[in-house]
């Protein structure tokens, strides 16, 4: 089990360059990935994207690469043409200015677009120093995921059972819905006609109230979200939205309950479940 909040940090340096990859998570429904990396190495965030996205399956992630070369690599053009074009345009003006003497190098330099610095572009070169590290990056990032999924985990065990010790009393104190009713139905059929009940109406409308407030049904379906939810604590992989979807449904189960009942015992017990469900869900809702 693991969270989606998580940070890790690495950096390398070496004789060419400094690298660091900043790696920050949290909370969110799907997977969403932002990359910020320099603008000449844009070609490496497809490469990057593929790597976090094999590794993580759900969250908001950041990553940061930042990189300083200290031996860039480049490539000096100059532009012969317009070099031809500044000269002669330099000689119609000293001929039409009537200025005597030569051009000079130092003119030429202060004029733009003579010579064109260009920035060597290899991904490849790139990538060769970049992948190592992220890939560090992202073993520490799953690492811290993993530390506060453990935290959370142990958290959402206790939670569960308080909601498995409140089930127990819901369960043991089920059977006494029908003994309830019928007390309650007889005192009001006296309350009406008097001594002389008709047990056989008596037993007709208490089928009838039974089938209406009989929890049977949701105690047998919450059984098994609770025993679903338990096997997913063992799970390998992503188990968030698994979890949270057990919870929506323990949670309708156990408001159904306490709709039904008329028995203050079972009424407490469903108050205490459904602030554990609820607990759990905000817990839930940190994990991968």
């Not at 989606?4 to 799907?30: P, Q, V």
């Amino acid at each position: 089990m693991r969270s989606m909040t998580g940070y890790a940090y690495r950096e390398h340096t070496t004789d060419e360059w400094n690298l660091s990859i900043e790696l920050k998570g949290y909370n969110n429904r799907f997977l969403e990935l932002y990359v910020n990396i320099p603008s000449y190495v844009s070609p490496l965030e497809p490469r990057i994207r593929e790597r976090l996205t094999a590794e993580i399956s759900r969250g908001k992630v950041e990553c940061y690469l930042r990189m300083r070369e200290y031996r860039e690599q480049v490539e000096i053009h100059l532009d012969e043409a317009a070099v031809d074009a500044y000269v002669e345009a330099l000689n119609r003006l000293k001929k039409r200015a009537k200025v005597k003497g030569s051009i000079r190098l130092e003119h030429l330099l202060g004029l733009n677009g003579l010579i064109k610095v260009e920035k060597l572009q290899d991904p490849e070169r790139y990538w060769q120093a970049v992948s190592p590290l992220l890939d560090a990056a992202i073993a520490d990032f799953k690492a811290t995921r993993e530390r506060e999924g453990q935290k959370t985990k142990e958290h959402i065990e206790q939670l569960l059972r308080e909601i498995e010790e409140a089930f127990q009393v819901v369960k043991a104190h089920a059977g006494e819905m029908e003994a309830y009713l019928k007390a309650q139905l007889e005192q009001r059929m006296r309350e009406l006609v008097g001594e002389g009940i008709d047990e056989q109406r008596l037993l007709t409308e208490l089928a009838v109230l039974l089938t209406r407030f009989s929890i049977d049904e949701e105690i047998v379906r919450l059984d098994a979200h609770l025993s679903h939810f338990r096997e997913l604590f063992d799970t390998q992989g992503p188990v968030g939205k698994k979890m949270d979807f057990l919870c929506q449904e323990m949670h309708r189960e156990v408001n159904t309950i306490g709709s039904k009942t008329p028995l203050v015992v079972i009424s407490q017990a469903v108050v205490r479940m459904k602030d554990a469900v609820e607990n759990i869900r905000e817990q839930v809702r940190n994990i991968e």
